[in-house]
Antibody
C-alpha cells in the first residue's frame, strides 16, 4: 500500500516562498499514477493545487498557476511543491494525494504551514 | 468553472439514523467523475465513494452513493459513532481538474 509523507517548514514569512516535499513509500513514483497537492485553510474546505506525473508532466489549478511549481525526483521517490509570494491566505494544511482514475485514493497526513512575520 | 454545492451544511442526527447528503453541480458531471470523502478532525480526507456509487476499499456497506447529471447523493443507512465527520463531494473535470464542495458536517444530535 502506498504511503505519503509531507514535510516542510511550519512557518513562512509573508512574500516568501513555501517549499514542501512529499515522500512516497510502498511503491515507486512511476507506479504511483498522478500525485496531487491539496490544501485546507483552517476551518475551511479542500482546494486542489496541482498534480504531477513521474515523467514531470504537470497540471495546475489556474488559481495558482502563476505562483506554483511542482517537480518530481524519481531517485528520491518524492515530489515537491514550491509556492511563491505567499500571504496569510496561504496558511493551510497541505496534503499530498495519489490519484486513481478520477479521484484521490490515498492521502498523506498533511503538513501545517503558517504564513506570518 | 464548475461549482459544487453541498446541502445541508450541517446534519444533526443520532446513531442509528439515516443520513442523506446532497451534492449539486452547476454543470452536468459524468457519473464516473463524482467522488465523496470523509474527514474527521485532525485527519486527512478519506475516499468513501468513487464513480458516484462505488465504495472504496474498506468502506462498510452502510455507505452508498447515487445520482446523475447535476444531483448526487451520499447515504449512510444507519449512522455509527465513527461516521460523524465532515463529508466532501468532488468532481473530476477541467480547469481545475479536481473541484470540491464546501462540505457537510454530520454531527451527533
Amino acid at each position: 500500500q502506498v504511503q505519503l509523507q509531507e514535510s516542510g517548514p511550519g512557518l513562512v514569512r509573508p512574500s516568501g516562498t513555501l517549499s514542501l516535499t512529499c515522500a512516497v513509500s510502498g511503491a515507486t513514483i512511476s507506479e504511483s499514477h498522478w500525485l496531487s497537492w491539496v490544501r485546507q485553510p483552517p476551518g475551511k474546505g479542500l482546494e486542489w493545487i496541482g498534480e504531477i506525473y513521474h515523467t514531470g508532466n504537470t497540471n495546475y489549478n489556474p488559481s495558482f498557476r502563476s505562483r506554483v511549481t511542482l517537480s518530481v525526483d524519481n531517485s528520491k521517490n518524492q515530489i515537491s511543491l514550491i509556492l511563491t509570494s505567499v500571504t496569510a491566505a496561504d496558511t493551510a494544511v497541505y496534503y499530498c494525494a495519489k490519484a486513481a482514475a478520477y479521484n484521490l485514493e490515498v492521502w498523506g497526513k498533511g503538513t501545517a504551514v503558517t504564513v506570518s512575520s | 468553472e464548475i461549482v459544487l454545492t453541498q446541502s445541508p451544511g450541517t446534519l444533526s442526527l443520532s446513531p442509528g439514523d439515516r443520513a442523506t447528503l446532497s451534492c449539486r453541480t452547476s454543470q452536468s458531471v459524468s457519473s464516473g467523475y463524482l467522488a465523496w470523502y470523509q474527514q474527521k478532525p485532525g485527519q486527512a480526507p478519506r475516499l468513501v465513494i468513487f464513480g458516484t456509487s462505488n465504495r472504496a476499499t474498506g468502506i462498510p456497506d452502510r455507505f452508498s452513493g447515487s445520482g446523475s447529471g447535476t444531483d448526487f447523493i451520499l447515504t449512510i443507512s444507519r449512522l455509527e459513532p465513527e461516521d460523524f465527520a465532515v463529508y466532501y463531494c468532488q468532481r473530476y473535470g477541467s480547469s481545475p481538474l479536481y473541484s470540491f464542495g464546501q462540505g457537510t458536517k454530520v454531527e451527533i444530535k
